[in-house]
Nanobody, 127 residues
Framework: QVQLVESGGGLVQAGGSLRLSCAAS????????MGWFRQAPGKEREFVVA????????DYADSVKGRFTISRDSAKNTVYLQMSNLKPQDTAVYYC????????????????????WGQGTQVTVSS
């Protein structure tokens, strides 16, 4: 069983930066591909970015490409989402998710592929 806890959300002005963290419990974190998703008010949850368990492969939604960077620190069982040049349309609750996979370079965009979810952290970008 993996438990995920997000942190780092908050209120920031447009153009600013935030770094989200997702701390995972469990000794086999290294075998889990991770993803970040977000849900804005009145909208469905959408894919933001994913990373393979090796960290060598990543995949970004077009809307965040060039502004967001995902990384992972297996020693700390933590995945990070560095968000820069934030825009009001980035306002949402951000969720991290995990899925165990044998393949070191696999990453997943589909929410249904993920087995574990965090509780979410609010990011609000003011204009």
């Amino acid at each position: 069983q993996v438990q995920l806890v997000e942190s780092g959300g908050g209120l920031v002005q447009a153009g600013g930066s935030l770094r989200l963290s997702c701390a995972a419990s469990g000794p086999t974190f290294s075998w889990y591909a991770m993803g970040w998703f977000r849900q804005a008010p009145g909208k469905e949850r959408e894919f933001v970015v994913a990373i393979s368990w090796s960290g060598s492969s990543t995949d970004y939604a077009d809307s965040v490409k060039g502004r967001f960077t995902i990384s992972r620190d297996s020693a700390k069982n933590t995945v990070y989402l560095q968000m820069s040049n934030l825009k009001p349309q980035d306002t949402a609750v951000y969720y991290c998710a995990a899925v165990r996979t044998f393949y070191s370079t696999a990453y997943f965009r589909d929410q249904s592929d993920y087995d574990y979810w965090g509780q979410g952290t609010q990011v609000t970008v003011s204009s």
